[in-house]
């Protein structure tokens, strides 16, 4: 199994992950045609695609996924109140194949089993992610405001983990923001900060862990070697063993064999 990133952040997230000819969209924030011109760094097509997995309606996530699962016939899978609120992306007349899951109901697509858990983000049924392939789990969390007990019980014994660093608390409250949206922001419905993220990360039994992600970094509200810094620090790593989910290009592939 192996995974890779088309970008992330607030302008447009998507992850893929692979298992032999199994590959899977989470999110799909961007446009079909700036998805296929990302997909091809990676040597991939989207007729290689599988499925589309969306996480919860915002624009950065979501905006994209229905357009492309139209135009390259591919089902989408999300939970009941994230298809309410993505209405608005679907095409009309599209004939899409929707499935609906329960964020506490392991199921499989393929030859990857998906254990969807729910976060706490200011969204409809907002829902993440761990992928297996049944030797290595690959755990993903962006877009939530704070952990809970269930949250690190899903994503501890990681092999690679996905998390969201947002904000740097002090950038946060100094930055260009306006007072509403750094309240948002900084609520246990909104985004994980470094700190946040990093006293997470210490509740989890990383001793399987080889890949670690700082993702969904904001451009005005943090800087990746803060990211680094707080999340070396837990792991007792170089900061540079600590990869960042760019915006512009996300991240290479990244394999557990």
Not at 38 to 52: A, N, S, V, W
Not at 59 to 74: E, I, P, S, V
Not at 225 to 230: C, E, S, T
Not at 231 to 249: H, R, T
Request: aromatic share 6%; net charge neutral; hydrophobic share 40%.
């Amino acid at each position: 199994m192996r995974f890779a990133s088309l970008g992330s952040g607030s302008a447009g997230n998507c992850l893929v992950v692979e298992k032999a000819n199994t590959r899977l969209l989470l999110d799909c924030g961007f446009s079909p045609n700036e998805v296929v011109k990302r997909l091809q760094k990676l040597d991939l097509t989207p007729e290689q695609m599988t499925g589309i997995l969306v996480t919860h309606e915002h624009d950065d996530h979501a905006k994209g996924a229905f357009k492309f699962a139209a135009k390259y016939n591919l089902p989408v899978w999300l939970s009941h109140g994230s298809l309410k609120m993505c209405q608005r992306y679907i095409p009309e007349s599209a004939l899409i194949q929707i499935n609906i899951i329960d964020s506490h109901t392991q199921f499989s697509i393929e030859n990857i089993q998906i254990n969807p858990y729910p976060v706490p983000h200011d969204a409809r049924e907002p829902t993440q992610f761990t992928f297996s392939d049944g030797n290595h789990k690959l755990g993903v969390l962006t877009d939530a405001g704070s952990s809970t007990a269930h949250i690190e019980q899903i994503l501890t014994g990681c092999d690679g983990l996905v998390l969201e660093c947002n904000h740097d608390l002090n950038m946060l409250e100094n930055g260009p923001y306006a007072w509403p949206l750094k309240k948002r922001v900084g609520s246990r419905l909104g985004h994980l900060d470094n700190q946040s993220a990093a006293a997470l990360l210490a509740k989890l039994d990383n001793s399987k862990l080889k890949h670690i992600i700082a993702a969904h970094l904001s451009a005005k509200n943090n800087r990746s070697d803060l990211a680094k810094n707080a999340l070396s620090q837990v792991l007792n790593c170089a900061q540079d063993w600590v990869g960042i989910a760019q915006q512009d290009d996300g991240f290479a592939w990244r394999s557990f064999n």
